[in-house]
């Protein structure tokens, strides 16, 4: 795989872009009745402040946004374009992330996913998540970091 794309970080002139493919990411979970906030808000204040990574062929396949505040970082945002799903981009952004956290010095890294999201939880509990709060809408995870 040395010839995989590697994340980097995203520009500003893509901010419209990585917005239409997060909403494309999670248009599904729409279409299923899933009532989800605004998840493509803000890409462009979040690009400039280096909280933005995508992955990218010719294309863009997938967009990370991750905040690094040590002691903690906060994984806001995994999202894959619809054309590139089943090819292990979004693991490949989470291990990104876990990387990139470590290396800032985080102890943990956290994120929320939504309740009527499941397969999330499954998916970041095989990345060592653990579930540490839930509530109608959004489940809360923490991940210790080396």
């Not at 994340?7 to 990585?18: H, Y």
């Not at 248009?27 to 979040?46: E, F, H, K, M, T």
């Not at 967009?63 to 995994?78: F, I, K, R, Y």
Request: a negative charge.
């Amino acid at each position: 795989m040395a010839n995989a794309p590697q994340p980097r970080q995203a520009w500003a002139d893509e901010a419209p872009a990585i917005a239409r493919l997060i909403d494309a990411a999670y248009q599904p979970y729409r279409d299923a009745g899933i009532a989800l906030p605004d998840v493509s808000g803000g890409v462009a204040d979040a690009i400039a402040a280096n909280q933005v990574w995508v992955l990218e062929d010719e294309d863009l396949l997938g967009v990370l946004m991750l905040t690094l505040s040590p002691p903690q970082a906060h994984l806001m945002n995994v999202a894959v374009a619809p054309k590139a799903r089943g090819r292990g981009i979004g693991g490949q952004l989470i291990l990104f992330a876990i990387t990139q956290a470590t290396e800032a010095g985080c102890a943990e890294i956290a994120l929320a996913t939504h309740a009527q999201m499941p397969e999330n939880v499954t998916l970041y509990d095989r990345y060592g998540w653990q579930i540490s709060s839930r509530d109608d809408v959004r489940i809360r995870m923490l991940r210790a970091l080396p």
